[in-house]
């Protein structure tokens, strides 16, 4: 086989082989039929949310290749005519209505369902209807510029306003464009809110404060208003002359000592179960399931314009369901299998998001290499099989990228780009909130504070776990010549003594262990969770962020396992009072010792905008590693092949070999 940059595989979720399949097109028909069926379908229904109910891991555990298998299907049905929302539980294997519990919106802690995308056509066309939003812009000599402006759908938070508390509301921030195709996020109007009541479908409100001038910047940044591209950069070809070293089957992944289930759904997006390493001839339980479930994007600003925005890029608009379609060459390169996702529109109606997620393999320089006394060399070629998505909500775009190694490590990474949101404000002015990017152009400091969920399963499901740092010791009998540091490991043996802070002047992780199995050394197996922290949440315990997004507060959570617990700011973050989530699971206080548990990290990049973020943002990387430390007994990867014996490249051939003078050979990096 022949493979180079341009060659991809693809699997459509089209039959079901196993309990934690991804839904087919043709299940999410079927599951809608049994509703219809039921009379919950009327003309103004819609589905702001559609998730498979996964089955319980006994039913896992026990499955074999041709059971018969259980699937259901978790519909949110929204009654647009009175905003009414209800959970459906249909069973795809009895064709019957298992559940239909309508939800309380209007009685605190409140809370709505997602949004649906028509929902961001009828803000806009509510917006613009509105004599308060026309006369706002006739009086700032804009008249002339409604028809092309955009009116951005936003979340609106929770304050507790009388006139928004129990309802489906929206705001709605103007920016103009001089075409269909212009970028309207250079040409914000300051100062310009509408507040927008979607089941009425009538503006609650509009506020039109200053009179500041909209930028004057053309934001675009497509090759046509760039201009000719460089043509300094050569071609770089990636080239797999045997093919790739990973194996497909239907959603299962073989590659190297690694084996997983790919998954995908419209909240979550990508979804990995079943995360197991080889040893010998074993196949050794890392992971039960791993998800990046929600995010929280708050900003700093104080003025009437975003004081309020903290968008829940999940819970309140659904990562999965706003996923890219990937494109070879651009999004992935080389040798790419690619999978299918398969969520529900508006209506209910399977609609199928081709190439969603991506995998191919990566070259990763060196692994490991040592020149010994006699001078000589050994040295192994790192690799790492990459899995990845893309999600655009509104103005940024995120990418969630899981990284399997050859020594047993899990890295994660989330790289947000797309364009920053900004405000307008008078050019050359300093504001304590807002950096000027561009003349005239102010965007807020915000963060990105995403949360992975890990249900770790460390050789089995009962684990425990500990924190471990890095210290030093007073000078002293245990330290006569002040040289001398050790580390301590705190167990964490209860949910409320998990809520942890990363600490980078201890070296702190977090380690998993093993209740069952012990490696050659004799002690228990485990993984560590290294940190790559930022900062916390940064919004004051008064705000109403603060209580909405609680887990971006820590680093570190960690709960006994429930299959009900799966977001970490609740179900219906959306317009939400707050409490919800983990900070009411952990209440409970339940015991991690011994036992399933699942760990909540959150990590994320804190954003002081820069003029080089304009007009589209190079990637911000962020993430964390989930790495083996004595749950395998020696180096995984010690009998990787030789690199030198197969490139003569490496082996001192070519123009020079990797020491030779001039070439351009060269082998480690």
Known sequence: MSAHHHTSTTTAPTTVAHPLDSLTAAELARGRDILDAAGLIGPGTRFPSVLPVEPAKEAVASFRPGDAIERRILFV??????????????????????????????????????????????????????????????????????????????????????????RRAIRSLTFLRSSIDDSPWSHPVEGLIVHIDLTAGTVIRVEDEGDVPVPALDGNYDAATVGPARTSLKPIEITQPEGPSFHVDGQAVEWENWKFRVGFNAREGLVLNQVTFRDGDEDRPVLSRASVPEMVVPYGDTTPTRFWISYFDAGEYLLGKNA??????????????????????????????????????????????HTDLTGKAEVRRSRRLVVSYFSTIGNYDYGFFWYFYLDGTIQVEAKATGIVFAGAGIPGSDDPHATEIAPGLFAPVHQHLFCARLDVAIDGERNSLAEVDVVGIPIGEDNPYGNAFTWTTTPIRSEREAGRLANTASSRVWEVTSSDRRNLVGKPTAYHLVPQPGATLMAQPESTVFGRATFATKHLWATAFDPAERFPAGDYPNAHAGGAGLPAWTAADRSLEDTDIVLWHVFGPTHIPRPEDWPIMPVDYSGFLFKPYGFLDRNPALDLPDGAAASSCCAGGGDGGEHGGGGECRCEH
């Not at 519990?101 to 917006?127: C, H, K, M, N, V």
């Not at 998001?353 to 290499?369: A, F, N, R, S, T």
Request: a negative charge.
């Open 77 to 166: 049905l929204l009654d647009t005519a009175t905003g009414q929302p209800a959970e459906a539980v249909v069973s795809l294997t009895t064709s019957e209505l298992v559940s239909h519990t309508p939800l309380s919106t209007d009685a605190a802690p409140y809370g709505q369902p997602q949004y649906l995308f028509e929902e961001y056509e009828a803000a806009e066309r509510i917006a613009k209807a509105s004599p308060e939003w026309q006369a706002a812009m006739t009086r700032r000599g804009l008249a002339d510029r409604m028809e092309l402006a955009f009116c951005a759908p936003l979340a609106p938070g929770h304050f507790n306003r009388a006139d928004e508390v129990g």
């Open 324 to 369: 890219n379609s990937l494109t070879l060459g651009c999004d992935c390169l080389g040798v790419i299998h690619y999978f299918d996702g398969v969520v529900a529109d508006d209506h209910g109606n399977p609609v199928t998001i081709p190439q969603v997620v991506c995998m191919h393999e990566e070259d990763y320089g060196v692994l490991w290499k």
